[in-house]
C-alpha cells in the first residue's frame, strides 16, 4: 500500500530515485494516491509487475481479502486452474536485471517486501 515505499522516499535525497514493484492491480492506484498523500511521488515509480525468474513473461496474480495475502502462479497447470477464478489477473513479469535496465539504474539498494517472494530474488 506504499508504506514502506513512502518511508524509503522520505529518508533518501530528492536526486535519488525510488522504484517500487506492485503485482497486485487493485493495489497499483492505492500506492500512487498514499504517495501522493504523503507528498512521496516526487522521484518515486511504481512499476505494476511482478517479480519473478521462471521463462515467462506473465504470470497470474490472484487477489485475496487481504492486501498482504495475494499470490503470483507462474506454473502453465496452477495458472490454468485458476482461469475463470473471479481475482485472477496475468501480470507482467520483471526480473531485477531487467527492472534496473529499464530505469537505467547501476547503484541501488534493495527492499524487498514481497510477501514471501524474496527467496526467489536472491535465490
Do not use: W
Not at 78 to 103: D, I, M, N, Y
Amino acid at each position: 500500500i506504499g508504506v514502506v515505499t513512502c518511508v524509503t522516499r522520505k529518508r533518501l535525497p530528492p536526486a535519488f530515485r525510488v522504484v517500487a514493484v506492485e503485482a497486485n492491480p487493485a493495489l497499483v492506484p492505492l500506492v500512487c494516491r498514499n504517495l501522493d498523500l504523503n507528498r512521496c511521488s516526487e522521484g518515486t515509480i511504481v512499476e505494476h509487475a511482478a517479480i519473478a525468474y521462471e521463462e515467462t513473461r506473465m504470470v497470474s496474480f490472484l487477489a485475496a481479502r487481504h492486501s498482504t495475502d495475494g499470490r503470483i502462479f507462474s506454473d502453465a497447470a496452477a495458472a490454468s486452474s485458476l482461469e475463470g477464478h473471479s481475482g485472477v489477473t496475468l501480470v507482467p513479469v520483471l526480473t531485477l536485471s531487467q527492472l534496473l535496465r529499464k530505469h537505467h539504474i547501476e547503484a541501488f539498494t534493495l527492499i524487498a517486501d514481497i510477501e514471501g517472494a524474496e527467496h526467489a530474488l536472491f535465490a
